[in-house]
């Protein structure tokens, strides 16, 4: 029986322990399972946003390369190149007037137009107008003028499309007489829109003669009528080379000499004036090409070194404004020869006396590519309406053409984190501003204001956050009494607990006014409610021993309840007297009238308070809990060595549970960064780089929530806001792996207290 009853023991004992081991080891490996899944799901967050954002840095690919001979008549130089939207077709555009179409990567011809001039009219001389509006302009040797504009009709027969190129004729197909004597044309300048036309013409006896043209057609007999102004520019700036007329056609440009540009202004054209003349290129140098961009704002120029540089109009003072170089560009290797900018980007494309092409980008200041073509040097380049190829013609009557990658030009280190000058700016600036109304407009992109706004919302949180968490943990875990911990720790917790939503719905539309409507008590209280606190409990400390055994060990706290409300009601009744004798009765508007301090009103003090009542549930749940869990072992060792409750405190509570009350820190700070609703809805959400208490911001976060559904996908504006998310990942990566990397070291320097 005592063998037998062992024996059943025994076993009993080893099935127990085997199924122990089972359990142990199942437990084991689910949550060598689990860790090695998180790892995994975080790595391909961060894979999957870098994937996003990596074609962003991507230098543009050049494909489907091919040569041929000049499509058309050789007896005329080519004025330029140009393509319609899908790419399939392209158009030279002779000097003489004749426009050939032709395939797009073969050069085959598909029609050739020539001008219908009068008898015994020749063309002296060409320009073109906007590269969108697809306009060109013919100066004829009876002081006339024809503008032409080119145009793709698309259609689809038999579910294929068909794109058909036509030639039309803005101001009729009759020439317009510009110069009364009849002198011939010998340089043109013109500009084409719905508005009307503004053409500047040369003269062979050296006037400039400035005429605006405005075209209305009888919707009942479609028949044309032309009223035009005219008057002239004297004297003419000698040796004239270049004429440019800005796309609004209120300013024209003159290029004479070797590297002067006079500036005009016509807006009235009966009446133009010299505003400034400006040297573009240093002492020594030769402007050889000069384009503006597309929108009308700056100008490019380009010299015989191979220089390159951005020009437009900054306001000085008032109303006036100075034509002033901007930014320079990577230098071409030889003396620029031809200058094409882009349809609807700040991009243009340059060749050069040794026949390379390069690419660039005018804001971002990048080089996107620089390849040889030929070793003749280009004398005519061409770029589609979306930017995503080239046409270049060589000296010896080759063109080259190329399908180009290239959808991200505007992003460089540059444009995202550092000052960018935009067109139409006074200054360098930080800016973010996705879009606008008008297609002139130019996307800004700089993630600075966004990180700085970002940096700027977890530091008002933190600031009144951790100082009351942490000191309410100490008090809570320490000090106060089991049974009212037991109230105020789940009541905290709770509030932790809140839908941001919430909050930020309350902080905008209930808190926000009360503070403006009450902005010195506001301020006051942050001064004058620590000071009562410490004033009451001074007082308190200072109270007969009789009163204070009244009130049991642990409940102190319950007195400064009243004190507190007491404090804020006096400080907001004291709040309007103060504004009114020392700040006007209104302090928002003093500090604007008169300290020049922008008041906003949701600002970052409210996102502060509304904030930091997010976090600090955070942070005195994880404080607490780790200044409770230091062994009592120790302070009471502590204690019965002699050191008081508060010397044990700050020796060794403190310093043990520093490990677990530096996390909580972080774990705030992360959940401060990432706050996206309340940012979004008690703030002015403005993306600007002011770390003023009264202005509002923009938060990385935020901006991914507000403009992430209008992004369209694959585009910069959407790749940007993954790059807001990586920025975002990245920065909480690192915070949390430096802050666990000090959390390790405490909890291994002080462990053995």
């Not at 961009?293 to 540089?309: F, M, R, W």
């Not at 020009?311 to 230098?331: D, H, M, P, Y």
């Amino acid at each position: 029986m005592n063998t037998a009853s062992t024996t059943s023991t025994a076993l009993s004992v080893n099935a127990a322990m085997g199924r122990r081991l089972l359990t142990d080891s199942l437990f084991k490996h689910t949550m060598t399972v689990g860790g090695i899944s998180v790892i995994v799901a975080v790595s391909a967050i961060f894979f999957y946003l870098a994937s996003v954002v990596v074609p962003l840095f991507m230098a543009p690919a050049i494909e489907q390369r091919s040569q041929f001979a000049v499509p058309g008549s050789t007896q005329q130089p080519t004025l330029a190149y140009t393509a319609e939207e899908q790419r399939e077709i392209g158009s030279r555009v002779g000097v003489q007037g004749s426009v050939t179409f032709f395939r797009f990567d073969t050069g085959e011809v598909l029609s050739e137009v020539s001008l219908p001039l009068p008898a015994g009219v020749e063309v002296t001389s060409a320009d073109l107008g906007e590269r969108r509006t697809y306009s060109q302009g013919f100066g004829l040797s009876d002081g006339s003028v024809v503008l032409v504009k080119q145009g793709f009709a698309v259609t689809f027969p038999d579910n294929k499309r068909l794109i058909t190129p036509e030639l039309s004729y803005p101001l009729g197909e009759k020439p317009l007489q510009v110069d009364p004597q009849g002198q011939p044309i010998r340089l043109l300048g013109m500009q084409q829109s719905d508005d009307g036309s503004t053409i500047v013409a040369l003269t062979d006896d050296k006037r400039l003669l400035v005429s605006a043209v405005n075209v209305t057609t009888n919707p009942m007999t479609g028949e044309t009528r032309s009223e035009v102004q005219q008057s002239e520019i004297s004297p003419a700036p000698a040796d004239l080379r270049q004429i440019v007329i800005e796309s609004k056609q209120r300013e024209l440009y003159a290029l004479h000499g070797d590297r002067s540009l006079a500036r005009y202004d016509i807006s009235n054209k009966t009446a133009p004036r010299l505003l400034e003349t400006v040297e573009l290129a240093p002492a020594g140098q030769r402007v050889t090409a000069l384009a503006m961009l597309s929108g009308g704002y700056s100008i490019i120029v380009g010299t015989d070194k191979g220089e390159l540089s951005q020009w437009f109009l900054v306001r000085t003072e008032g109303a006036n404004f100075a034509f002033q170089r901007i930014r320079g560009f990577k230098s071409m290797p030889a003396a620029v020869t031809v200058i094409t900018p882009e349809f609807f980007r700040k991009g243009f494309i340059v060749g050069d006396a040794q026949g390379h092409l390069g690419s660039y980008f005018a804001t971002s200041e990048r080089l996107l590519f620089v390849e040889k073509l030929s070793d003749q040097p280009l004398v005519a380049l061409g770029v589609p309406p979306r930017g995503n190829g080239y046409l270049a013609q060589d000296k010896a009557g080759r063109v080259y053409s190329a399908v180009v990658d290239n959808h991200y030009p505007e992003v460089s280190f540059s444009s995202l984190w550092q000052k960018v000058w935009y067109e139409s700016y006074e200054a360098p600036d930080y800016v973010w501003q996705s879009s606008a109304a008008n297609a002139d407009f130019e996307p800004k992109f700089s993630l600075a204001p966004l990180t700085y706004g970002t940096i700027k919302a977890a530091a008002y949180a933190m600031l009144l956050s951790v100082p009351l968490a942490i000191l309410g943990a100490i008090f809570t875990a320490y000090f106060m009494s089991a049974k009212l911990s037991s109230i105020v720790k789940p009541t905290i917790e709770v509030m932790g607990a809140l839908p941001t939503v919430v909050l930020g719905f309350l902080a905008g539309l209930w808190l926000a006014p009360l503070v403006e409507n009450n902005l010195a008590g506001v301020l006051m209280s942050i001064v004058l409610l620590p000071a009562a606190i410490v004033l009451a409990s001074y007082l308190w400390h200072l109270a007969p021993e009789a009163l204070k055994e009244r009130v049991p060990g642990g409940w102190e706290a319950v007195l400064l309840m009243p004190v507190i409300v007491l404090v804020i009601w006096l400080v907001f009744q004291l709040g309007h007297p103060v504004e009114a004798a020392f700040f006007g009765g209104d302090m928002p508007n003093w500090l604007s009238n008169e300290m020049g301090i922008k008041y906003e009103q949701r600002n970052s003090l409210v996102v502060g308070i509304a904030m930091g009542f997010a976090v600090t549930p955070t942070i005195f749940s994880i404080a607490e809990d780790a200044i409770f869990s230091v062994p009592k072992t120790l302070t009471s060792g502590s204690l019965a060595l002699g050191a008081t409750p508060w010397q044990t405190l700050m020796g060794v509570v403190l310093l043990t549970a520093s490990p677990g009350i530096f996390s909580a820190v972080m774990i705030g700070l992360g959940r401060a960064v990432g706050e996206t609703m309340i940012v979004l809805m008690a703030t002015g959400n403005t993306a600007v780089m002011d770390f003023s208490l009264f202005s509002g911001f923009r938060t990385l976060s935020a901006n991914i929530g507000v403009e992430m559904p209008e992004a369209g996908v694959g585009e910069t504006h959407y790749r940007l806001l993954f790059l807001s998310a990586l920025v975002l990942f990245v920065f909480t990566f690192v915070v949390n792996t430096a802050a666990e990397l000090v959390r390790a070291r405490l909890r291994e320097k002080y462990q053995t207290i």
